[in-house]
C-alpha cells in the first residue's frame, strides 16, 4: 500500500534550517511527481514546492531562493531543504505524490492523490 511519512521538522530560530525528508514505499518513486505542502494556523494548504519524475522543479514565490526540493530515487524518498527560514514558514508541512508539477507554478492540492500525515517546522526565537 501507498505511504508517505515525512520527518524532520522541528523548532528552529529565524535564520535557520531544517531538512524534511519523505519516505515513500508502495509504490515506484522513479515515476511519480512529488510536491511538498503546508498548512499554518488558521490558514488554507498551500503548495511549497514539487518535483517531477523527470527532476523538473518549481517553487511557490515565497520560498524561492530559500527551499531546494530534491529526490533519491535508489532510497525512495523526497528531500526540502529549507534555509533562511522565516517565522512564517512555521506550519506543517506534508508531502505528497501522484500529482503533477509543471515547472512553472507551486504545485496544486488537487493534483495529488497521496498524502503523508505531515511534520510540525515552528520558526521562532
Known amino acids: 500500500q501507498v505511504q508517505l511519512v515525512e520527518s524532520g521538522g522541528g523548532l528552529v530560530q529565524p535564520g535557520g534550517s531544517l531538512r524534511l525528508s519523505c519516505a515513500t514505499s508502495?509504490?515506484?518513486?522513479?515515476?511519480?511527481?512529488v510536491g511538498w505542502f503546508r498548512q499554518a494556523p488558521g490558514k488554507e494548504r498551500e503548495g511549497v514546492a514539487c518535483?517531477?519524475?523527470?527532476?523538473?522543479?518549481s517553487y511557490a514565490d515565497s520560498v524561492k531562493g530559500r527551499f531546494t526540493i530534491s529526490r533519491d530515487n535508489t532510497d525512495s524518498t523526497v528531500y526540502l531543504q529549507m534555509n533562511s527560514l522565516k517565522p512564517e514558514d512555521t506550519a506543517i508541512y506534508y508531502c505528497?505524490?501522484?500529482?503533477?508539477?509543471?515547472?512553472?507554478?507551486?504545485?496544486?492540492?488537487?493534483?495529488?492523490?497521496?498524502w503523508g500525515q505531515g511534520t510540525q517546522v515552528t520558526v521562532s526565537s
Open positions: 505528497a505524490a501522484d500529482g503533477y508539477c509543471s515547472g512553472s507554478r507551486a504545485p496544486q492540492i488537487s493534483e495529488y492523490d497521496y
Open positions: 508502495g509504490f515506484a518513486l522513479d515515476y511519480y511527481d
Open positions: 518535483i517531477s519524475s523527470g527532476v523538473t522543479t
